[in-house]
T-cell receptor, first 113, second 114 residues
Framework: KAGVTQTPRYLIKTRGQQVTLSCSPI?????VSWYQQTPGQGLQFLFE???????NKGNFPGRFSGRQFSNSRSEMNVSTLELGDSALYLC????????????FGPGTRLTVT | GQQLNQSPQSMFIQEGEDVSMNCTSS?????WLWYKQDPGEGPVLLIA?????ELTSNGRLTAQFGITRKDSFLNISASIPSDVGIYFC??????????????FGQGTILTVHP
């Protein structure tokens, strides 16, 4: 069974631009969660989508948004990029019920200049 | 911010030695998960724990869910060079709306000298 895939793997953007990242979960998984990983803050939860609805949200500004499609694929968008948004963005999928186990993709490395 | 205190922050060991790391929290957790992350990759799930007191093994790895539900530890026996990486504890807090949200520890950087 194929794992979680994320595209693109690397991205360089300029401050003020916006960016969209994509995640395809493991086949059969209906929950997709997004995390931001930085050296200073570690792994921080962004949000979780299940059945096309956002079920949970972390403490990030409204510039960070996401959505989930009927096939469970998910996208996250960051608008008006800031230098501090440079990070590894990780997507994780799970069955959600009853399993709490989340399986991560390789991540998208975003660099904002 | 981080709600899990993971220690040690880093370890330098010789091949063949055993390793132990732990995670503690001031909050009760329903689930404890242990992940390993290699450079440039996403975390890989090693072990999942669901019940207080549960002890689970995966090859040379053994993890336990603390009785108080506020801590967990991971042991690696007879370390080998490919054990190098960053190990993270993670968990789901009990109650509230944190169902789909994992809280992570700061990570333990493991270096194994041949």
């Amino acid at each position: 069974k194929a794992g979680v895939t994320q595209t693109p793997r690397y991205l360089i953007k300029t401050r003020g631009q916006q960016v969209t990242l994509s995640c395809s979960p493991i086949s059969g998984h209906r929950s997709v969660s997004w995390y931001q990983q930085t050296p200073g803050q570690g792994l921080q939860f962004l949000f979780e989508y299940f059945s096309e609805t956002q079920r949970n949200k972390g403490n990030f500004p409204g510039r960070f948004s996401g959505r989930q499609f009927s096939n469970s694929r998910s996208e996250m968008n960051v608008s008006t990029l800031e230098l501090g948004d440079s990070a590894l963005y990780l997507c994780a999928s799970s069955f959600r019920q009853p399993s709490y186990e989340q399986y991560f993709g390789p991540g998208t490395r975003l660099t904002v200049t | 911010g981080q709600q899990l205190n993971q220690s040690p922050q880093s370890m330098f060991i010789q091949e063949g030695e055993d390793v132990s790391m732990n995670c503690t929290s001031s909050s009760i957790f329903n689930t404890w998960l242990w992940y390993k992350q290699d450079p440039g990759e996403g975390p890989v799930l090693l072990i999942a724990l669901y019940k207080a007191g549960e002890l689970t093994s995966n090859g040379r790895l053994t993890a336990q869910f603390g009785i108080t539900r506020k801590d967990s530890f991971l042991n690696i026996s007879a370390s080998i060079p490919s054990d190098v990486g960053i190990y993270f504890c993670a968990g789901h807090r009990a109650g509230g709306t944190s169902y789909g949200k994992l809280t992570f520890g700061q990570g333990t950087i493991l270096t194994v000298h041949p």
